[in-house]
Nanobody
Framework: QVQLVESGGGLVQPGESMRLSCTASTTIFNTYAVAWYRQTPGKQRELVASISSGGSRITYLDSEKGRFTISKVGTKNTVYLQMNDLKPEDTGVYYC???????WGQGTQVTVSS
């Protein structure tokens, strides 16, 4: 079982930036696409961004386009989610997922509040 570890969450004020990291215990990101999801109370987990194994195909939730950037560093087995101009509605637990598998990280809390 591949282990995924997310980090980088915390409390920020609206308009600030934050970078989340998802690190895998193996080189699986070289083979599978990776996605970031957000979970907020009372709502279904929603796909925020995804990146293909080769890094050439990237998708974003419409509301995040232009503010969020997903990227990967193959040599570090890590996928990043750079989040700029954060808004209160970005608050939630962010999870990393290996697309098409049941592999999820433990999640990292992001809170955007003044």
């Amino acid at each position: 079982q591949v282990q995924l570890v997310e980090s980088g969450g915390g409390l920020v004020q609206p308009g600030e930036s934050m970078r989340l990291s998802c690190t895998a215990s193996t080189t699986i990101f070289n083979t599978y696409a990776v996605a970031w999801y957000r979970q907020t109370p009372g709502k279904q987990r929603e796909l925020v961004a995804s990146i293909s194994s080769g890094g050439s195909r990237i998708t974003y939730l419409d509301s995040e386009k232009g503010r969020f950037t997903i990227s990967k560093v193959g040599t570090k087995n890590t996928v990043y989610l750079q989040m700029n101009d954060l808004k209160p509605e970005d608050t939630g637990v962010y999870y990393c997922n290996i697309v098409g598998t049941g592999n999820w990280g433990q999640g990292t809390q992001v809170t955007v509040s003044s």
